[in-house]
């Protein structure tokens, strides 16, 4: 009897290079996602007239854009190189479109936190000759913010989803829901935390709306991986990440169901929908850096897809062969 084959590889390194990400990755995952959800919120907030909501979600906005685009300046080592990828338009390229996606974004943003900050140093912030101009764009600025809200939150799942990693590409069908869903929770945990009551509404609404797909998203993606790859996501920092932020999501959720009348619950509920809006991407995250380093996690589920296609009777393309 042959032994079952042990999974090696050539010198002893993995079959897929894992992406040479640091921490301020995942915390740019995260702050976009907030960034995103915060602006979306915003809106919604404008047009329903609550001001001191929008306030709240624009300032929050802009916050989270601004240390998100430090971190990944920061992994990216040089300003210059985030400017270089703004040179070219390319629609196949996740890094590309996100990039675009980012900069209108962040336009949008600084002219609405720009209008607030005057409201509220009472028309006393330096804008100079631009004053008289703001105030007729202040809500085509909004627009245009929550316009680029949600694929700010969902194309750092396309461009994870993009690679080879095994655990990212896995989940490529279910994960832009997954981080849209965390990135609603967030933003309205932020506003619960930071509006009073009587306008919390629309923010409890929007973070239990995002719990409940962040569960499904999370619980689908969990069923239709494949098992071994599956397992990056029980084991580990990245599976204990995970769990964390499913209780995390159900407290918060229930929280902001119950949260109307009581402020301590807003604000804790608020906590903890920030809390596993933030383990969430940094659980996928290791997650996906684990699997790219373990030889298992990439030859199991392609052994697993060949057998599968040999058992459907196809033996004549290029990737089965009559063996």
Sequence with gaps: MVPEAEFTSYYGRPVVKAPP???DVPAYLFLG??????????????FTRRPTLRRNARLGAITAIGLGSVALVRDLGRP???LNMLRTVKVTSPMSIGSWILAAFGAGAGVTTALELDRMTG???????????LPFVDGAAGVWTALFAPPLAAYTAVLLA?????TWNAAR????FLFVGSAALSAGGLAMITTPLAETGPARTFAVAGAVTKVAASEVMKHRMDPTVAQTLHHGGAGKMLRASEILTVVGGLGALLAGRHRAIAVGSGL????????TRFGI??????????????????KRRLAARRAAGITDDSITTAG
């Design 33 to 46: 996602g907030l960034a995103g959800g915060s602006a979306l919120l915003a809106a919604g907030a404008q």
């Design 80 to 82: 210059e190189r985030f």
């Design 285 to 302: 995250f290791e997650a996906g850096i684990h699997s790219a380093k373990d030889p298992k996690y990439t030859i199991v589920p392609q």
């Design 123 to 133: 028309r006393r912030f330096p804008l100079g000759p631009l004053r008289r101009v």
């Design 272 to 279: 903890a929908l920030l809390a596993s809006s933030a383990l």
């Design 173 to 176: 069908d279910e994960l832009p």
């Design 162 to 166: 993009d690679t080879a990693v095994p």
């Design 21 to 23: 990400w640091g921490e």
